[in-house]
């Protein structure tokens, strides 16, 4: 089992950055891919970015790509998701999950989910 708890949330203006980090609990967290999705208010929830489990490919969705870093820390059994340039359509729940090998975009692939953190961008 794993556990993770997201945390950086909080309100920024356009333009500005911040810096989620996500927390893991478990001994096999580092077997795992990693990945954040959002879900803003009325919309369905999207995939932002990815990672594979030995940190050998990123993938991102077109929305975020150039503005978006994933990292991880596995030491440290930690992910975060840097993100500059923000823009008022960032603003969503963002959600930090792990599970299988790759790191793709679909939610299937994923196992374990944390609560969520909200982002706020004003404009």
């Known amino acids: 089992q794993v556990q993770l708890a997201e945390s950086g949330g909080g309100l920024v203006q356009a333009g500005g950055s911040l810096r989620l980090s996500c927390a893991a609990s478990?001994?096999?967290?580092?077997?795992?891919?990693t990945a954040w999705f959002r879900q803003a208010p009325g919309k369905e929830r999207e995939f932002v970015a990815a990672m594979s489990w030995n940190i050998g490919s990123e993938y991102y969705a077109d929305s975020v790509k150039g503005r978006f870093t994933i990292s991880r820390d596995n030491a440290k059994n930690t992910v975060y998701l840097q993100m500059n340039s923000l823009k008022p359509e960032d603003t969503a729940v963002y959600y930090c999950v792990a599970g299988g090998y790759y790191g793709g975009s679909v939610e299937d692939e994923y196992d374990y989910w944390g609560q969520g953190t909200q982002v706020t961008v004003s404009s």
């Open positions: 478990g001994r096999t967290f580092s077997s795992y891919a």
